[in-house]
């Protein structure tokens, strides 16, 4: 399978979805590479929500890949702490294995990864597709995605998804978009769910949060949520980022308990990104200065040793 038309190929069932689901998170993905000038705020031991008496880490199935999405010093909290998540499922054509799953109580997101098991599947997994759904009414519910082409081969397919929790429980379902030889004035070419391959490979989604937060807040009282992995803000009665007036973020700011500033990234006239960072990608779902939005940094912090954070110049400090 060619990297690119499989991003094709998921970029017009995205468009698709977006146009007849309502899914307005379109994720962003900023590669940043800098030389790290602060340790103070990378967790080298974050104390996660783990069950007592689970202490031993337990590298992941796909470390690696896991690692391109969280970078290092994030796959380390996630194999010390989280790891025992990991979840697989098979059948004779496909293994599903949840590499990890994150949930901050506003968002869940994670990483699944897709592997073909036999030649006769590999035809298959070009057309892949995931839904999400809402368990207890059958609706879809909007979601959104990144993956990069390092995390995509003709075996085997990565991807980490962001999902709002809600009120209801969410399960992921995969199939296959098959064509069914008819065209569509809109969409092209007509296609039809295929389970034939894909049958039971599914998995629901973690609504419990799983690690440790914060509420900071602005002087003028607007809330954001900070964990070990980034910042959130859900509101379910937000309106559609699409049509809102929402703000951009210019630069964004950690600010340790002892004063020190880190700056996560600063956007410059020229397109270039600044960073205290090592290497790191940052995905943005939604938009910031609506009811919607979550931003992953790419690494693991302390939450603990962070008093607030500063957004666009204005300073989300903990109470």
């Not at 900071?216 to 009282?221: A, E």
């Not at 809330?223 to 559609?240: F, H, M």
Request: proline content about 4%; overall charge negative; hydrophobic content about 35%.
């Amino acid at each position: 399978m060619n990297e690119r038309e499989y991003l094709k190929i998921t970029g017009n069932i995205d468009e698709r979805f977006v146009n007849e689901y309502q899914n307005y998170t379109a994720s962003r993905v900023v590669s940043i590479r800098k030389r790290i000038s602060t340790g103070l705020l990378v967790a080298a031991a974050v104390a996660l929500m783990v069950p007592i008496g689970v202490y031993a880490a337990k590298k992941l199935i796909h470390h690696d890949k896991v690692s391109i999405l969280y970078g290092g010093e994030g796959v380390k909290m996630i194999e010390d702490n989280l790891a025992d998540g990991e979840f697989t499922v098979e059948n004779d054509f496909f293994r599903l294995t949840v590499d990890v799953q994150i949930c901050d109580g506003n968002f869940t997101e994670g990483v699944w990864t897709v592997t073909a098991l036999t030649d006769e599947a590999k035809k298959h997994l070009e057309n892949i597709v995931e839904r999400c759904v809402d368990t207890v009414t059958g609706d879809r519910i909007g979601f959104s995605g990144d993956s990069t082409p390092d995390l995509i081969s003709d075996e085997e397919v990565t991807w980490r998804f962001v999902i709002p929790v809600t009120s209801h429980p969410a399960r992921f379902e995969f199939f296959e978009d098959v064509p069914t030889g008819k065209y569509h004035c809109y969409y092209g070419a007509e296609v039809e769910e295929d389970y034939t391959y894909y049958e039971g490979i599914c998995f629901d989604v973690l609504s419990e949060p799983n690690v440790p937060t914060k509420v900071l807040r602005s002087p003028d009282g607007k809330e954001i949520t900070l964990s070990p992995y980034g910042l959130s803000v859900y509101d379910e009665t937000s309106d559609d980022p699409k049509n809102g007036q929402p703000e951009s973020i210019s630069s964004l700011v950690y600010i340790s308990t002892d004063g020190e500033r880190v700056n996560i990234f600063t956007h410059q006239m020229d397109g270039r990104v600044e960073t205290d960072l090592d290497d790191v990608n940052i995905s943005v779902s939604g938009e910031f200065g609506t009811g919607y939005f979550r931003m992953n940094i790419g690494t693991a912090f302390n939450v603990d040793n962070i008093s607030g954070v500063e957004i666009n110049g204005v300073p989300y400090l903990a109470e």
